[in-house]
């Protein structure tokens, strides 16, 4: 278990350095979420003739469809350094199970990704009318709808890259593969963070939250455990 955390760890960590130095895939995973919010907000009109109810329903569907696009952007460079440069074999003959690889890449999948839910959050809200002109946001509860909405997209896309890191057409094949496993996420985060804006914390948020909850972590499970047999195929 210590060498497992501590390859998880060290993973991270140099992907982490990697994607802070060369910030290639955070400003391309950035200009992506900024791009849909900006189609999106052309396409819908921005808030235009729409009650309060109505527009917190739109920014919701809006925010997220721009997070889990940018996640699986996002998800396609995490085994894509090592693969290039024939280092992926070596990853596997560290000490320690495989799924200690699944980890790592993980959490740097999951780190530039909130940076950009950081801020395509506050802006997706102001751009489409639920946020801002004295109305009351209920930051707290959001941050946390996003904490989990955001591991659920990583912990997918990032599962399904290992599995298409080796394919010819693997930008086109992990969006393909990811996003029907991931819609349980978008429906749940909208629901949530639509609730939310439309009249705060209650029983319903709860249980959408907790279902994310258990949906994040059954996947980190099921992934870890199947990491091994994604690499072979």
């Keep these: 278990m210590t060498t497992a955390l501590h390859n998880a760890i060290q993973i991270a960590l140099k992907d982490l350095l990697v ?14 979420a900024g791009l849909v919010l900006l189609v999106l907000g052309l396409a819908l009109g921005g808030n235009n003739g729409r009650s309060a ?3 917190a329903a739109v920014s919701a569907g809006a925010v997220w469809t721009a997070l889990a696009l940018a996640a699986a952007v996002g998800a396609q460079r995490a085994f894509a350094q090592e693969s290039e ?13 495989h799924g200690a690889i699944y980890l790592g890449k993980l959490l740097g999948v999951l780190g ?9 959050l506050p802006i997706g809200l102001i751009l489409f009318g639920a946020a801002g002109a004295g109305r009351s946001v209920p ?18 896309t990032t599962f399904y890259g290992s599995i298409t890191v080796n394919l010819r057409a693997r930008e086109a094949l992990l969006p393909a593969l990811a996003f029907p496993i991931l819609v349980p996420v978008v429906i749940a985060s909208v629901r949530a963070t639509t609730l939310l804006l439309q009249g705060g ?22 992934a870890t455990l199947l990491f091994p047999y994604a690499l072979e195929s």
């Design 85 to 97: 440069a024939g280092a992926l074999e070596q990853l596997t003959l560290y000490p320690g199970p």
């Design 53 to 55: 109810e109505q527009l």
């Design 201 to 222: 914390w209650s029983g319903d948020v709860a249980t959408w939250l907790g279902f994310l909850l258990a949906f994040d972590v059954g996947t980190v499970i099921l």
């Design 139 to 156: 930051w707290l509860w959001l941050t946390l709808t996003t904490l989990l909405g955001v591991l659920g997209f990583a912990a997918g």
């Design 112 to 120: 530039p990704l909130l940076l950009v839910a950081a801020g395509v």
């Design 19 to 32: 994607a802070g130095r060369t910030r290639d895939t955070l400003m391309a995973t950035a200009f992506f």
